[in-house]
């Protein structure tokens, strides 16, 4: 698989990344419904013979969980993907969710972090969110001394725009930015994706596949029997009447998919591929099979007539 640098650092990533949200498990407020860390394990394995060569969790997927089980797949390889993780999202006894940038909160964290990965550097360390806002400053100057200190290599924000990203910048170089794209999200398009491709910031997309909405195996009976602890069941996008219309442009990405042998979900990564500005996507599986059925968008390339297809359906159905 072809990889691409990410931003301002040595590190040359593939196009596709494996995304550990959902094998974090259903028992948190943002969980995925059960998921048997059997299956998580033989989903990471796969990944890794497939060539996909970083992985990216975060300390709040599953309260810790996440980052523990990709430990676990990792300690029977001996191919070492790079590991990316996220800060700023705490969590108590109670398993109730807060948000902090104070300087001895990250420093908590990462600590954690790297306990759980049972690594001693983490190849890029991201803010998850930008809240509070006003800490921004204070979290990120506390991440730099944390760099300087060999604890992470690279430094990464995800969900920042780019009033403070600039803030940012002004106190120590990004990496990357980790923003939603989707051709159901696709709002960073209008200044976003433009001020990290001037600024040499990698961007690292996701959801690329809305969550799963977009892979051709989402139907409308199949999100009404979405377990209650799957996040996705309240989420507007799966709901009327946006459910409807996104399945409607699934069907079209299974029209231009099928004479390529490529399904909805990989038809859906490689649109957002297409952008100059993204340097890759992060694509989750639950499972090996899952994984299998969305590699093949590292290498497809969608045409300009299907491009079109797809610009005129969302003018049509925005």
Partial sequence: MQ????????LHITSIGYG???IGGGDWQFGWGPQADQDSIAA????LDLGINWIDTAAIYGLGHS???VAQALKERSDRPYLFTKCSMVWNDRGEISRSLKADSLRREVEASLRRLQVETIDLYQIHWPNPDPEIEEGWATLAQIQQEGKVRYLGVSNFNVEQMRRAQTIAPITSLQPPYS???PQVETEILPFCQSENIGVIVYSPMQSGLLTGAMTAERVANLPDSDWRKQSPEFQEPRLSRNLELVELL???GQPHGRSPGEVAIAWTLHHPAVTAAIVGGRN???VEGTIGAADFRLSETELEAIRTF????P
């Avoid at 969302?314 to 159905?317: F, G, T």
């Fill in 183 to 185: 051709l159901v999200k």
């Fill in 288 to 290: 090996a099979r899952q």
């Fill in 254 to 256: 299974r029209q231009i």
């Fill in 67 to 69: 980052e523990e089980v």
């Fill in 20 to 22: 550990a949200w959902a």
């Fill in 44 to 47: 990471i394995h796969r990944a």
């Fill in 3 to 10: 990889t691409r640098p990410l931003g301002n650092s040595d």
């Fill in 314 to 317: 969302l003018q049509q159905h």
